[in-house]
């Protein structure tokens, strides 16, 4: 189990709060917006200073207000949990500071932002993008198993022009997240000085861990708007085994260096076949969150990439059995936990194409999602709005949510007809070889995978929502 400061025992959120909800409302008006940042802001300096003094149900009460409107039962559980972390973390002495510093940037970053999304809207009648992804490298310092990215050199990666422009146009319509992803982020210096350059956005960053040293940790520290979340497949067999031997003492390493600069960190893991009950397991979680890990990351492995391999791909029961096994080991862990596939009721469905984010690419191809490798509009030589606003990002999000049922969220491995549908309407092309098979030779597998998992995740859904009558 873990011990330590970081292993506080936590109340289950379930029993701290019951709130009716409605489905989440739009903001009126800026002027609304404002204020509320402002009650907001008050609200959070009372209970940074009073955190480590107050009860789980007294924290959780304090941000009552902001449950309201958190719509189905799922996202006021989870936002419950995630006050609840963030409590732990103020009362930690290793990350009392840099947590309230985030909690202090994420309120201060809201209100800067306002009058961009605000003109946003009056300009488009849209909403702009909650978040950017972004790849600006593709390039590694490992060579896993399966893995490409050693087919791509510095001349592949996105010309720091580029990569500040985009930067750029994101922070004006009111983006104050990027989470960037690669090939490996630390490999590249136009990536450690697009963080430095931009310390008003936050930045969460996908890496191996492998390049942070001690320097490179004090660095980040000073940064103080970077959290790694660091790439492991199990423990050390499983770890070393794709990345190479010694890789998971490096990472721990990284882990050990970021806990020592108090720089808040996690970890993320691909889900195969192979390691799907392991990295749901609690063993593993312990592991990881008394290495001081305070958020973990599941992805479900998708058939992407050049050489697909759809062995690999949890099965419809074991993806079910995950989201069962992380929906109540989130509610007593002393880690926050969050699976961009099964947690789709907690985002009202898909995100992708534009209705929260979008991904560019290294070579500046404008990706509905990160696991969706097409693209219709290049950054190079389209605005970000342009590219957003576009036919393919349109029609996606025109069918948005794909099902009734927000446990099939996927447009790729739930619904995969909507990803061919969309792809012909956008007039889109594969952003590299092999990112076709997807929507051509692999199609009746997927079709045949969303047909099973529909089948045993149907009925669990209809059972926690009677309201919803499931269509597929």
């Known amino acids: 189990m873990a ?8 109340t289950r959120a379930r029993r701290l709060l019951s709130l009716g909800g409605r489905p989440e409302a739009l903001v009126k008006s800026l002027a609304q917006s404002t204020v509320i940042t402002g009650a907001i802001r008050t609200a959070v300096e009372g209970a940074i200073r009073a955190a480590p003094h107050m009860s789980d149900r007294a924290f959780v009460a304090t941000f009552s207000g902001m449950m309201k409107n958190a719509g189905k039962a799922e996202s006021r559980e989870f936002i419950t949990e995630v006050l609840l972390e963030t409590k732990r973390l103020l009362s930690s002495p290793e990350y009392k500071q840099s947590t309230a510093r985030l909690v202090r940037r994420i309120v201060r970053q809201h209100r800067g932002s306002l ?18 992804v972004i790849s600006p490298s593709m390039r590694c310092n490992l060579r896993c198993y399966g893995c490409y990215a050693g087919e791509y050199t510095r001349a592949d990666d996105m010309p720091w022009e580029t990569l500040s422009r985009v930067v750029g146009e994101a922070r004006d319509m009111g983006i104050v997240f990027i989470v960037v992803s690669g090939g490996e982020p630390f490999f590249s210096e136009n990536v450690l000085r697009m963080w430095e350059e931009n310390p008003d956005i936050s930045f969460l960053v996908y890496t191996n861990g492998t390049l942070i040293d001690a320097p490179m940790a004090r660095r980040l520290a000073k940064m103080g708007n970077v959290y790694p979340s660091i790439s492991v497949e199990g423990f050390a067999a499983e770890t070393d085994a794709r990345r190479g031997a010694g890789t998971h003492d490096r990472i721990l390493a990284a882990m050990a260096n970021l806990r020592r600069e108090g720089v808040l960190f996690g970890f993320s893991a691909t889900v195969v076949q192979s390691n799907n009950d ?7 979680i312990d592991y990881y969150a008394d290495k001081g890990c305070f958020l973990g990351w599941y992805f479900n492995y998708i058939p992407i990439g050049r050489t697909p391999d759809l062995s690999l791909m ?3 029961e074991q993806r079910l059995a995950r989201w069962q096994r992380l929906r109540e080991l989130r509610k007593t862990k002393p880690i926050l936990l969050a699976d961009f596939w099964c947690d789709g009721a907690l985002a009202g ?28 509009d290049n950054i190079k030589d389209k605005s970000l709005a342009q590219v957003m606003l576009s036919p393919l990002f349109t029609a996606i999000r025109a069918r948005q949510p794909y099902s009734s049922n927000l446990l099939r969220p996927c447009m790729i491995i739930d619904n995969p007809e909507v990803l061919r549908a969309v792809v012909a309407e956008g007039g889109a092309h594969p952003t590299h070889a092999g990112a076709e098979t997807i929507i051509g030779p692999l199609s009746a597998h997927l079709d045949d995978y969303a047909g099973r998992y529909a089948r045993l995740a149907d009925p669990v859904w209809a059972k926690e929502h009677p309201e919803t009558e499931v269509k597929r």
Do not use: M, W
């Open 349 to 376: 469905g898909c995100i992708a194409g534009g209705r929260s984010y979008l991904h560019i690419n290294c070579n500046g191809d404008a990706e509905p999602c990160v696991f969706a490798h097409f693209a219709a």
């Open 314 to 316: 949890p099965t419809p």
């Open 115 to 132: 009058a961009g999304r605000a003109a946003f809207i009056k300009r488009y009648g849209v909403r702009p993008l909650s978040f950017l």
């Open 278 to 284: 392991l990295v749901s397991s609690p063993e593993f």
């Open 3 to 10: 011990t330590g400061p970081l292993a506080q025992p936590r």
